[in-house]
């Protein structure tokens, strides 16, 4: 008697294709656990540090080497992943949520994407994390 593989090829194939969390839901998770209360806005003179796409509704922006924001959007910005640079909108040096906006640079243009909430960054709490799992670090 020739055992009965298909339900477990059948079980195998579902398992394959059930979504497993990419690097960037993986990110975001961590950024999200060590980011503060939101606030109204953050002072920005112009430039980043650095900046990290966290798939295409967040990113994370540094204005000093140890102050970080998490940049949640409102609606999902199209290839922020693939972004040769990235800027903001501000008043009078501040960056304000669901006033401003994320500008992500592609050849030839900036597209705008609505800023909705503004988070700090505990970025040595995210640092110490990277460490520990072998990644970077910030």
């Known amino acids: 008697m020739k055992p009965c593989i298909a339900p477990l090829v059948a079980a195998l194939v579902c398992s394959a294709c059930a979504s497993s969390p990419t690097h960037e839901d993986a990110r975001l998770s961590l950024y999200r656990a ?3 209360a939101p606030v109204r806005s953050f002072t920005y003179l112009g430039r980043f540090d650095r900046w990290e796409s966290l798939g295409d509704t967040a990113l994370a922006v ?3 080497p140890r102050e970080g924001w998490l940049l949640e959007l409102g609606t ?3 290839n922020l ?3 040769i640079a990235v800027g903001v909108t ?7 949520a669901r006033i401003d906006d994320v500008l992500v640079e592609q050849p030839g243009q900036n597209i ?3 800023i909705e909430e503004i988070r700090p960054l505990d970025t040595e709490a995210i640092r110490a994390a990277d ?3 072998g990644g970077s670090g910030t």
């Open 81 to 83: 992943d693939y972004a």
């Open 62 to 64: 540094w204005t000093r």
């Open 112 to 114: 705008p994407c609505r």
């Open 76 to 78: 999902p910005c199209l």
């Open 90 to 96: 501000s008043h009078t040096a501040q960056v304000s």
């Open 131 to 133: 460490q520990a799992s």
């Open 34 to 36: 060590h980011a503060g």
